[in-house]
């Protein structure tokens, strides 16, 4: 009971932060600011995030929300999913609030709108939970961290999970960085598998029929096993409509896709089965961080944390770490120095920042679904942990 009143104290103190305190910094504060999709069409994913962030500077500062007597001090700026916003909102962070560090965003548009903003206000930007590659590689710049997973951390396992000789794969993206980085990931991580057909639909499709049937076109009289891959953010997918068809009964063809988050996981229990790769699920790791962060989420919320929780979690036990091994100084370059290859534990395990590109290396699972009338969505079990060194994760900046 102890932890739950002190949790619903955390958040109520940030929202206090939020509504009363003045643009100009105390002494006594760090100051962060956290730009996410609160509305929009990825508003679930930043929801998660900023519940996540709070439990992730409750637990790493055991519940004073303070490191080296400065009190943390979040600031909640809503991007509503577009660049431009989320540029503005930046610049005003770190220009009018003062903010000493930022986390965010939900969607990797407007990540790479904020980028530049970053290395402006020579501030640090902890991307989380946007995957786009471009963000830790051609557009990164020092002042970038990301603990969220990159395209191509997710397409290496999900080459684990799929990479089998003779497969041939149609693959069903979303026409913007996610999904192009995704897919390029992917086609550069497949050794024995083949791609041979990629089809791109606007972000917010809502009906699929037509590139659906452009894939099925493509794939159904190949020889061998077939699978559409679906690299698909957003709470329309296109699962229900792939598993209206009965693609596998017709025409032999499976569908594949990552972990996601729970609402969206429950048209994978109309395929049984079905392996990939994720990120996270609640189940699957074994540790202190994500333990407490399972039994604590429960209190609260009656329900179980979900895949960008885990997320905004690591990225605020992240800051905590590095401003303890700072003595809570927020001087950037100070900052910059301690993080490079700086580990720390989360709830999926140990992280590490690269030093050459500063992305967080970590483990991703090899699942496969199992239908359990007690879960309303399709359970991702675990074939497998997939480790960092395994996946060789390309260095894709210019450093």
Do not use: C, H, N
């Given at each position: 009971m102890r932890l739950t009143r002190r949790l619903a104290l955390a958040a109520a103190l940030a929202s206090t932060f939020v509504a009363l305190l003045p643009a100009h910094a105390a002494s006594n504060e760090i100051r962060i600011a956290h730009v996410y999709s609160k509305t929009g069409?990825?508003?679930?994913?930043?929801?998660?995030?900023?519940?996540?962030?709070?439990?992730?500077?409750?637990y790493a500062t055991g519940g004073t929300m303070t490191v080296a007597g400065k009190k943390?001090?979040?600031?909640?700026?809503?991007?509503?999913?577009?660049?431009?916003?989320?540029?503005?909102?930046?610049?005003a962070a770190y220009g009018d609030d003062k903010?000493?560090?930022?986390?965010?965003?939900?969607?990797?548009?407007?990540?790479?709108?904020?980028?530049?903003?970053?290395?402006?206000?020579?501030?640090?930007?902890?991307?989380?939970?946007?995957?786009?590659?471009?963000?830790t590689g051609e557009k990164w710049n020092k002042y970038i961290f990301r603990t969220g997973r990159n395209s191509g951390q997710d397409a290496l396992a999900n080459a684990v999970a799929s990479d089998v000789p003779g497969l041939s794969i149609g693959v069903l993206a979303q026409d913007y960085a996610f999904g192009r980085d995704g897919v390029k990931a992917f086609k550069d991580a497949l050794k024995k598998a083949k791609i041979v057909h990629e089809e791109y639909l606007?972000?917010?499709?809502?009906?699929?029929?037509?590139?659906?049937?452009?894939?099925?076109?493509?794939?159904?009289?190949?020889?061998?096993?077939?699978?559409?891959?679906?690299?698909?953010?957003?709470?329309?997918?296109?699962?229900?409509?792939?598993?209206?068809?009965?693609?596998?009964?017709?025409?032999?063809?499976a569908v594949g896709s990552g972990g996601n988050i729970l609402p969206a996981m429950a048209a994978y229990k109309q395929f049984p089965g079905m392996e990939g790769a994720t990120y996270y699920y609640f189940g699957i790791p074994k540790n202190p961080a994500n333990e407490w962060l399972v039994a604590n989420h429960y209190k609260r919320f009656k329900q179980p944390p979900d895949f960008f929780t885990a997320g905004g979690m690591a990225a605020g036990i992240a800051l905590v770490e590095a401003l303890k091994k700072t003595g809570g100084d927020t001087a950037t370059n100070k900052l910059i120095k301690t993080m490079e290859g700086m580990s720390f534990e989360t709830p999926k395990g140990k992280m590490t920042f690269r030093a050459e590109d500063h992305q967080a290396m970590q483990s991703m699972y090899h699942f496969r679904i199992k239908v359990d009338p007690a879960f309303p969505w399709g359970v991702p079990e675990l074939v497998r942990e997939i480790k960092p060194e395994e996946m060789n994760v390309p260095i894709r900046n210019k450093r």
């Open positions: 069409p990825l508003e679930a994913y930043g929801k998660q995030t900023q519940v996540g962030l709070l439990m992730g500077l409750d943390l001090v979040v600031i909640e700026k809503d991007d509503q999913g577009k660049p431009d916003v989320g540029k503005s909102l930046l610049a903010a000493d560090i930022a986390v965010g965003p939900s969607s990797s548009g407007v990540a790479l709108a904020m980028l530049p903003v970053a290395e402006e206000y020579k501030k640090i930007l902890l991307v989380e939970p946007a995957v786009a590659d471009s963000i606007p972000a917010q499709t809502t009906d699929f029929t037509a590139g659906i049937q452009r894939l099925v076109d493509a794939l159904k009289d190949r020889p061998g096993p077939k699978v559409i891959a679906v690299v698909w953010a957003g709470a329309i997918t296109p699962f229900p409509a792939l598993a209206a068809l009965d693609l596998q009964k017709r025409y032999g063809i």
